[in-house]
């Protein structure tokens, strides 16, 4: 039991007959109980997940996985930009710039970058396989005050 701590996708929970649940952060009791890990999903991570799946089907972006990006480990994700000290995601910049070549797909709707709360900035550059129509709904993502678009296969407007 030693060495475990909690963090925002895995908490350590006790399991005790009788005993109120522990609180987050505090200690674990050590006789009588059993430890159980859960875990707890990362929005932000689901939705860097499903941008993945919307424009990464010949796996350009591997490192983008539910292993590598628990915990904010998305942070250390090519082409994924977080706040300081935070495990916050502020930008997405999807080019070849930051190594990322060959995507494909369309992007995805607003209803997958929503758990993105502080997004501010999406790139997508020197992508001509992505393709389709900027998704209209990307209007009630409020925070999202950068788009840039070059060389990819897209039409309409900036909602």
């Known amino acids: 039991i030693h060495g475990h701590s909690?963090?925002?996708?895995?908490?350590?929970?006790?399991?005790?007959?009788?005993l109120p649940s522990v609180p987050a952060?505090?200690?674990?009791?050590?006789s009588g109980s059993s430890l159980i890990a859960v875990?707890?999903?990362?929005?932000?991570?689901?939705?860097?997940?499903?941008?993945?799946?919307a424009i990464d089907p010949g796996d350009v972006l591997s490192g983008w996985n539910r292993e590598a990006g628990y915990d904010g480990g998305y942070c250390g994700w090519r082409g994924v930009v977080c706040g300081p000290g935070?495990?916050?995601?502020?930008?997405?910049?999807?080019?070849?710039?930051?190594?990322i070549?060959?995507?494909?797909?369309?992007?995805?709707?607003?209803v997958?970058?929503?758990?993105?709360?502080?997004?501010t900035t999406l790139i997508v550059w020197?992508?001509?396989?992505?393709?389709g129509t900027l998704p209209n709904d990307w209007s009630t993502l409020t925070q999202l005050q950068i788009i840039e678009?070059?060389?990819a296969s897209l039409s309409g407007s900036v909602p």
Do not use: M
Not at 40 to 52: A, G, N, T
Not at 126 to 131: I, T
């Open 149 to 151: 678009i070059s060389n």
């Open 112 to 119: 997958a970058l929503r758990d993105l709360a502080n997004l």
């Open 39 to 53: 875990n707890v999903p990362d929005p932000q991570l689901e939705s860097l997940l499903k941008v993945r799946a």
């Open 86 to 99: 935070t495990k916050e995601v502020i930008q997405l910049k999807i080019w070849t710039g930051e190594g």
């Open 126 to 131: 020197q992508q001509p396989r992505v393709h």
């Open 25 to 30: 952060g505090s200690s674990i009791p050590t």
């Open 6 to 18: 909690c963090n925002s996708t895995v908490i350590y929970a006790c399991q005790q007959t009788g």
């Open 101 to 110: 070549e060959g995507l494909q797909g369309t992007l995805p709707t607003a």
